[in-house]
């Protein structure tokens, strides 16, 4: 599978941006989607993931760091294969580059210790007045 992540840009502060994750190569359904960033300087870290999709009526349930939660919330669009990141109220210790990532697990739920078998390139978010 193929990922590629877009919708990044520079955003005043308070405001919103929607960045996306689209598979090509592989149905994402299957698969946790994880949502990456990394700012200069700093470690990566974890911020949304959604699960495998439970079942026709379901797009899977969803975990968020205590950072962005209330903020920001993953959800997918299966009609085209992709997995979206809402990010709303955007502040500048939001600024990074934000990567998404397919686990390598089949049927997967989100969980610290999941590993990943395919990132996208990174779109960078850089939130500033």
């Known amino acids: 599978v193929q990922l590629q992540a877009s919708g990044g840009g520079l955003v005043q502060p308070g405001g919103s941006l929607r960045l996306s994750c689209a598979a090509s190569?592989?149905?994402?359904?299957?698969?946790?989607v994880h949502w990456f960033r990394q700012a200069p300087g700093k470690e990566r870290e974890e911020v949304a993931c959604?699960?495998?999709?439970?079942?026709?009526?379901?797009?899977?349930?969803?975990t968020y760091s205590d950072s962005v939660t209330g903020r920001f919330s993953v959800s997918r669009d299966r009609s085209k294969n992709t997995v979206l990141l809402q990010m709303n109220n955007l502040k500048p210790e939001d600024t990074a580059v934000y990567y998404c990532?397919?686990?390598?697990?089949?049927?997967?739920?989100?969980?610290?210790?999941?590993?990943?078998?395919?990132w996208g390139q990174g779109t960078e978010v850089t939130v500033s007045s």
């Open positions: 990532a397919r686990d390598a697990l089949y049927d997967s739920n989100c969980r610290r210790d999941a590993t990943y078998d395919s």
């Open positions: 190569g592989d149905d994402l359904d299957d698969y946790a």
């Open positions: 959604i699960s495998s999709v439970n079942d026709w009526t379901d797009d899977g349930s969803t």
